[in-house]
């Protein structure tokens, strides 16, 4: 069973030995939403199934999502009955990936721990990694699948509300990772949300710090070394990761398991949600 990452040669090792198996193609763009379909008919992983980050890992419908922000997350039934819809159900291994440093794909990967569900690794290096290793490829639509039950278990992941993290603010159980990039941490520019700057307290860590040139993630070791300077000493029992909307800064909690760090909370509703909640204190610098 793979729970954190998978090569391209070990994925096609797994399906060569006919083992149950489902790949979700999760690319996107946050400045073109649009393109996230032509992305998947264009080019993707033979036998992929499309996993669109604004329409099957968010619900944007009043009522019916877990969080606020940009991104809310679906209810966890909502999220079970997309994956059963696919024909994955819980006896596969399933395997994300995208084209982008797995900043969307990380999000799926979280999300089916949240689940329950362990069996389930990021494609290191992404679609590239596949096509280097020679992996067969399909493009057009999606297949039809049969509909299997994908029965909900325990979380294995801890999301964190922003009633938490606010009631925690500047408290030493809580250290707040945040994973967006220096400048929109700072407060010097802001492309999506209304406010620029970032929570009070929180470390900055971009997620796009994790990989090599070529998409892969770093080595373990570097990982753990980079991350200890990253938390200075705070325990990582505190640590609650967050981004915009609380997609990119999965890659961050991917890699301090990686690190040997163990699991780590998350912050759904992210800065998208922090900023437009009346009464919160925002920081910059």
Known sequence: MYTLLITASQ???????????AVLDCSFDLMKPELAEGFFASERIAGAFPANL??????????????GGR??????ETVAQWLGSLGIHNGMQIVVYDRHKSAYC???WWMLKWLGHDAVAVLDGGLQAWKDAGGALDSGAAP???PVPFDLKAPLRQLVLTETVAQDLGRPQQTIVDARAGARYRGEMEPLDP???HIPGALNRPFTDNFTEDGRFKSPELLKAEWTEVLAGRPVSSV?????????????????????FGPTALYAGSWSEWSRT????????
């Open 11 to 21: 994925l096609q090792q797994l399906r060569a030995q006919g083992t149950p198996s």
């Open 54 to 67: 604004d329409k099957d890992l968010s619900n944007h419908t009043p009522g019916q999502a877990v969080n």
């Open 71 to 76: 991104h809310p997350l679906p209810q966890r």
């Open 106 to 108: 990380g999000r799926l």
């Open 144 to 146: 039809t699948p049969k």
């Open 195 to 197: 406010v620029a700057g």
């Open 240 to 260: 609650v990761h967050h981004c915009g909307s609380g997609v990119t800064a999965t890659p961050n909690i991917l890699a301090m398991e990686l690190a040997g």
């Open 278 to 285: 009346p009464g919160l204190p925002c920081a910059k610098g």
